[in-house]
């Protein structure tokens, strides 16, 4: 199964991809669309639109996984979160790919056993999980996040099952840490 993992931001996108198969997650693809801060808000949502578009053709999900605004200051700042959100389920839901949603707190919870873990804490895990040596955007390691939450917490029967904390991964993953 391949999972599609979505970070909305309204300047910055995060997507990852990753191919499970059985317990093992790996890396197919990832990155951040940079959105121009000077376009109209509707120019940017197109540009969601079209570049996730693109991911999709590249990489053919089976599945979809968004992370949700739950929370913010400015109410007109989480209108546009929303209208991102709505934007890239558009893409999948178009693909007839099915979608999930996720808060904040499920990700943090699923990927590194603390649902208030900071964004540095999920990076560490996701880069031991999927193997990744170069650095990536807090975005991309966020949508990353995203999919593997997904992939720990689907019900069709996956043998992937997720970690209650950061010692049971390592007990569980012994040959993928490096002290």
């Known amino acids: 199964m391949i999972v599609l993992g979505i970070d909305p931001g309204s300047l910055h996108t995060g997507y990852g991809v990753i191919e499970v198969d059985g317990g093992q997650e790996t890396l197919v693809a990832y990155g951040v669309l940079h959105l121009d801060a000077h376009r109209s808000h509707q120019w940017r949502l197109k540009q969601v639109y079209d570049r996730l578009t693109e991911v999709v053709a590249q990489t053919t999900p089976d599945e979809c996984a968004v992370e949700m605004p739950v929370y913010g200051r400015n109410p007109q700042s989480m209108l546009k979160l929303g209208r991102v ?19 904040p707190k499920e990700v943090k919870k699923s990927v590194t056993g603390n649902g208030n873990a900071a964004k540095e804490q999920v990076w560490f895990m996701v880069k031991a999980i999927l193997h990744i040596e170069e650095d990536v955007s807090l975005d991309t390691s966020d949508a990353l996040a995203v999919a593997l939450c997904h992939a720990h917490r689907r019900t069709d029967g996956g043998t992937a099952t997720p970690h209650k904390n950061w010692a049971a991964f390592v007990q569980a993953n012994p040959g993928r840490i490096e002290g």
């Open 85 to 103: 959100q709505a934007a890239a389920m558009l893409v999948a839901l178009n693909h007839q790919i099915p979608v999930t949603q996720y808060t």
